[in-house]
């Protein structure tokens, strides 16, 4: 991705958040400077990875394959470093995806916060590693019990949720009618290392630089020095 892409896809969801009323943390709107200036007190914010994250998978089609995320809340697990659980946003447009994938220790509520609500589709983990096409899938939709088809389309409006467990495959993208809003709260959040993809797919975009950075990514902390 670009720069400029990555920054202008910020600015819209910034944008989209202010107008559902959603307000972010100070360090939302920090510059390099910003991070460089506090020293060791950010620590724990770079190890848990918490801010801003804009990937397209690697596929170089963000609109149709990408996100905007923003971590507000994580730790490391095993570690005293952040907090046991985990908390994002992430902000889809239309039909806009995550690529079909599933963590091998996390387990999450994907929740319609708010906008176009959100729509989702599941399979368990056969015994080749694959999304298993055939059997149906156990899930819980706001705490009520529900079996559904392999890859059948589930429609989560706003306010509802759905868990999703260790080693259930799952790809979602943003429903109809705009921006859609969704939360994650889950466990503690490894995106180094517990996303197995079903697709030819990389977490973090390469980038081009094409313009000076204005935002910092959760993956670039390193690049502070």
Known sequence: MKRSEIQTAIEKAREALGAFRISLPPFAGWSREDYMGMGRSIDSLKRCMLGWDVTDFGNDDFRNTGAVLFTLRNGVAGTATGTPYAEKLIILEEKQRLPIHMHKTKTEDIISRAGAGFEIRLWNTG?????????????????VERMVHAGECITIENGQSITLTPYMYHTFWGGKGGIAVVGEVSSTNDDKTDNYFAEPVRRFSQIEEDEDRKYVLCNEYDTLA
């Open 127 to 143: 015994s080749d590693g694959k999304p298993d096409r055939e059997k149906d899938v156990r899930v819980f939709c706001d705490g």
